[in-house]
């Protein structure tokens, strides 16, 4: 599992239901500051009204080796 150290804010993305399927906005499914485990000293961040190509705060998960 990815971590990140506790003085990074976590998100809690942009997601909707299209169709009856519950969709991430892109890149919001592998966040780390979406999915990252939190705790009570955590800042939170808003995720930006718009993005124009990726989110300026993602942090792509690392690739882990089996």
């Keep these: 599992m990815n971590t990140l ?3 990074v804010a976590r998100c809690e993305g942009v997601g909707f239901d299209e169709d ?3 969709d ?6 592998t966040c780390l500051r979406r999915t990252a485990p939190r705790n ?10 718009i993005i124009a190509f990726w ?3 993602h942090i ?3 690739e ?3």
Aim: glycine content about 6%; overall charge negative.
């Design 40 to 49: 009570a000293v955590n800042s939170y961040i808003e995720p930006p009204k």
């Design 5 to 7: 150290p506790n003085d």
């Design 24 to 29: 991430w906005r892109e890149g919001c499914e």
């Design 60 to 62: 792509e998960p690392k």
């Design 64 to 66: 882990t080796k089996p």
């Design 55 to 57: 989110c300026e705060f």
């Design 20 to 22: 009856g399927e519950w």
